[in-house]
């Protein structure tokens, strides 16, 4: 039936991969639910009878049966979702300073033209009136209307061949001042998926364990064939069983074989000295994944979202040029501050991030957006999930970056593209030199207005070479615009 028609109380069957269409409370069954839409958590929430779910996460383990607790159209993400179009209804376009001074300049013009007549009107009639009538001509107010929209036009034609589009002419006027930086974790400064970072102990388990895992839907069962060793090998692995949200069991050269979490594989296998050492060592902010294989744990395999690399140089650039960072993440608190320190460390600088927030929510990142504001910074959200949306459509410039959710897509100003936050360096650089070139435009088409106005009241312009000089300004403008390069050239691929 449509969504639409899902009422109250209904019973709804979720299978493996679904997206839950509703918000509701699990009736019966065990699984692995995807809520990074939500919180930007990468690891799975696992879910059994009685625990309440939401509309857009993805049932990533077994069937669920679930009792809708609202309507559709009531649900957490509906009520997001109008966040967003509130928000952007809300955002007030940009008056830029070229519309300020070429709406008056027809204005100021004409009562320039009156001042000329009247001081030369006592000499000759035919004369006054021809001074005036110059000034009239050499005036242009078209170069000044053209500077802002021509620069933009080329700034966006370049910046697309760089797979950087934006959205919204003005925002590259917003990224040339001083920025408060509003960073998303998990999709934008990490890969946004778990990954396998570290294996400890035997490498040939490795792949029994790839192999055990291959039938399985869970995210971290997905880590693991992602990050295969790339050999052809074939291990002897058979009778193998699921435990849903603890991990696998199997017969691995006819003796017992197990992965999963610590607490299930030490039920029925030993930790010896090694495998505590690998335990007590591993990777920050990683999960470990326990193999054992005859009653001994012989190997542990890591799991995290790793930060992008290159990252952390980005960062410590955006910082030396002035700008504030905060990341802000719907993540556990605990695991935010570490991807922080871990950044901060690799940056060199020890003051990196103003302030780092855990555990926010969609409506918590809105409002750190909006406490930002009403500064002399503008005010940047760079995200790429559904839980970003509000903040991005909230903020004075929203960044969406590669692989983001359609909402944040549509909620954004700018959508960098294959390289992601990797490219914030380039989009802000880039918009201080497309504000360099709009100031430059506008700059040539101020002095030649001052200069020929200033002529034809002295008395010293006859009309026809005003109507010569008339085009110059223009073409001043759009020569500045288009032999400018307000975005680098892309990298040509080998």
């Given at each position: 039936?449509?969504?639409?028609?899902?009422?109250?109380?209904?019973?709804?069957?979720?299978?493996?991969?679904?997206?839950?269409?509703?918000?509701?409370?699990?009736?019966?069954?065990?699984?692995?639910?995807?809520?990074?839409?939500?919180?930007?958590?990468?690891?799975?929430?696992?879910?059994?009878?009685?625990?309440?779910?939401?509309?857009?996460?993805?049932?990533?383990?077994?069937?669920?049966?679930?009792?809708?607790?609202?309507?559709?159209?009531?649900?957490?993400?509906?009520?997001?979702?109008?966040?967003?179009?509130?928000?952007?209804?809300?955002?007030?376009?940009?008056?830029?300073?070229?519309?300020?001074?070429?709406?008056?300049?027809?204005?100021?013009?004409?009562?320039?033209?009156?001042?000329?007549?009247?001081?030369?009107?006592?000499?000759?009639?035919?004369?006054?009136?021809?001074?005036?009538?110059?000034?009239?001509?050499?005036?242009?107010?078209?170069?000044?209307?053209?500077?802002?929209?021509?620069?933009?036009?080329?700034?966006?034609?370049?910046a697309a061949r760089r797979e950087i589009l934006l959205l919204r002419g003005e925002a590259l006027e917003r990224l040339a001042r001083p920025c408060t930086l509003i960073l998303d974790k998990t999709g934008t400064l990490t890969l946004g998926r778990p990954t396998l970072v570290r294996w400890d102990g035997?490498?040939?388990?490795?792949?029994?364990?790839?192999?055990?895992?291959?039938?399985?839907?869970?995210?971290?069962?997905?880590?693991?064939?992602?990050?295969?060793?790339?050999?052809?090998?074939?291990?002897?692995?058979?009778?193998?069983?699921?435990?849903?949200?603890?991990?696998?069991?199997?017969?691995?050269?006819?003796?017992?074989?197990?992965?999963?979490?610590?607490?299930?594989?030490?039920?029925?296998?030993?930790?010896?000295?090694?495998?505590?050492?690998?335990?007590?060592?591993?990777?920050?902010?990683?999960?470990?994944?326990?193999?054992?294989?005859?009653?001994?744990?012989?190997?542990?395999?890591?799991?995290?979202?790793?930060?992008?690399?290159?990252?952390?140089?980005?960062?410590?650039?955006?910082?030396?040029?002035?700008?504030?960072?905060?990341?802000a993440s719907g993540d556990h608190p605990e695991t935010v501050a570490q991807v922080a320190a871990q950044l901060t460390e690799r940056s060199g600088n020890a003051g990196l991030f103003g302030r780092v927030v855990g555990g926010a929510s969609p409506d918590d990142k809105r409002r750190l957006a909006e406490?930002?504001?009403?500064?002399r910074r503008t005010v940047v959200v760079i995200g790429d999930g559904v839980n970003d949306a509000a903040a991005l459509a909230t903020a004075d410039v929203g960044i969406a970056v590669h692989g983001a959710a359609e909402a944040a897509r549509l909620s954004a100003d700018v959508f960098l593209g294959r390289?992601?936050?990797?490219?914030?360096?380039?989009?802000?650089?880039?918009?201080?030199?497309?504000?360099?070139?709009?100031?430059?435009?506008?700059?040539?088409?101020?002095?030649?207005?001052?200069?020929?106005?200033?002529?034809?009241?002295?008395?010293?312009?006859?009309?026809?070479?005003?109507?010569?000089?008339?085009?110059?300004?223009?073409?001043?403008?759009?020569?500045?615009?288009?032999?400018?390069?307000?975005?680098?050239?892309?990298?040509?691929?080998?």
């Amino acid at each position: 039936i449509p969504v639409e028609d899902v009422k109250e109380g209904d019973l709804l069957l979720c299978d493996s991969g679904q997206v839950l269409p509703v918000d509701g409370v699990v009736v019966r069954g065990t699984s692995a639910l995807d809520t990074s839409w939500l919180n930007g958590e990468p690891l799975p929430r696992w879910v059994e009878a009685g625990s309440e779910v939401e509309a857009g996460c993805m049932n990533a383990g077994a069937q669920l049966l679930v009792r809708a607790t609202l309507p559709a159209h009531r649900s957490r993400i509906a009520s997001l979702v109008a966040d967003v179009e509130r928000a952007l209804l809300e955002r007030s376009p940009l008056a830029t300073l070229a519309d300020v001074v070429s709406g008056r300049f027809t204005v100021v013009v004409l009562v320039l033209a009156a001042i000329t007549f009247g001081i030369h009107v006592g000499t000759a009639g035919s004369a006054a009136l021809q001074h005036a009538l110059a000034l009239l001509i050499v005036a242009c107010p078209c170069a000044l209307a053209m500077a802002t929209p021509l620069a933009l036009h080329v700034a966006v034609r370049q910046a697309a061949r760089r797979e950087i589009l934006l959205l919204r002419g003005e925002a590259l006027e917003r990224l040339a001042r001083p920025c408060t930086l509003i960073l998303d974790k998990t999709g934008t400064l990490t890969l946004g998926r778990p990954t396998l970072v570290r294996w400890d102990g035997e490498p040939a388990l490795r792949d029994v364990t790839r192999v055990a895992e291959a039938r399985s839907h869970h995210p971290i069962a997905r880590a693991l064939l992602d990050g295969g060793t790339g050999e052809s090998a074939s291990p002897d692995v058979t009778d193998i069983r699921e435990v849903l949200g603890r991990g696998v069991t199997a017969l691995y050269r006819g003796q017992p074989f197990s992965a999963g979490s610590e607490s299930f594989v030490r039920s029925s296998a030993e930790l010896d000295e090694q495998a505590e050492r690998w335990l007590t060592s591993g990777p920050a902010g990683a999960s470990p994944l326990l193999v054992a294989w005859e009653g001994r744990v012989r190997a542990i395999g890591w799991i995290a979202d790793p930060v992008r690399p290159g990252m952390a140089e980005v960062l410590a650039e955006l910082r030396a040029m002035g700008h504030e960072l905060v990341l802000a993440s719907g993540d556990h608190p605990e695991t935010v501050a570490q991807v922080a320190a871990q950044l901060t460390e690799r940056s060199g600088n020890a003051g990196l991030f103003g302030r780092v927030v855990g555990g926010a929510s969609p409506d918590d990142k809105r409002r750190l957006a909006e406490e930002a504001q009403g500064r002399r910074r503008t005010v940047v959200v760079i995200g790429d999930g559904v839980n970003d949306a509000a903040a991005l459509a909230t903020a004075d410039v929203g960044i969406a970056v590669h692989g983001a959710a359609e909402a944040a897509r549509l909620s954004a100003d700018v959508f960098l593209g294959r390289n992601g936050a990797l490219d914030l360096v380039t989009l802000l650089r880039s918009a201080r030199r497309g504000l360099a070139v709009i100031r430059r435009g506008m700059f040539f088409s101020l002095l030649y207005n001052v200069v020929g106005i200033g002529a034809a009241m002295l008395g010293w312009l006859h009309p026809l070479w005003a109507a010569v000089l008339m085009p110059l300004s223009s073409i001043s403008v759009v020569t500045n615009a288009f032999r400018s390069r307000i975005f680098p050239a892309p990298e040509k691929s080998s």
